[in-house]
């Protein structure tokens, strides 16, 4: 049974910083691309940062020099470290898994982030 569990969610004031995790289990991190997406109610969910397999990074305008995404694929954690937050980062936020030529597709169930003065 393949789960991703997301950690590290909380609350923080404005310039703070959070990391957050995403444990996997049932499946070869190392054979998947991982990337973090945001969602905050009545909103879509949107990509946040991607890692692929072979270390690659990418980041949304939005959290570039801000957040830096990371993965250990011999314990098959990714991480999302979130420096200097902003309100507006406020959103419950997802670990996704895409195997890199399979059509495999994974979530994990979210963790709230709350930036708050």
């Known amino acids: 049974q393949v789960q991703l569990v997301e950690s590290g969610g909380g609350l923080v004031q404005p310039g703070g910083a959070l990391s957050l995790s995403c444990s996997a289990s049932g499946i070869m991190l190392a054979t998947y691309n991982m990337n973090w997406y945001r969602q905050v109610p009545g909103k879509e969910r949107e990509l946040v940062a991607s890692?692929?397999?072979?270390?690659?990074?990418d980041y949304d305008d939005s959290v570039k020099g801000r957040f830096t995404i990371t993965r250990d694929n011999d314990q098959n954690i990714s991480y999302l470290q979130m420096n200097s937050l902003q309100l507006e980062d406020t959103a419950t936020y997802y670990c996704?898994?895409?195997?890199?030529?399979?059509?495999?597709?994974?979530w994990g169930l979210g963790t709230q982030v709350t930036v708050s003065s």
């Open positions: 996704n898994g895409r195997h890199e030529w399979r059509n495999l597709v994974y």
């Open positions: 890692t692929t397999t072979d270390g690659g990074t």
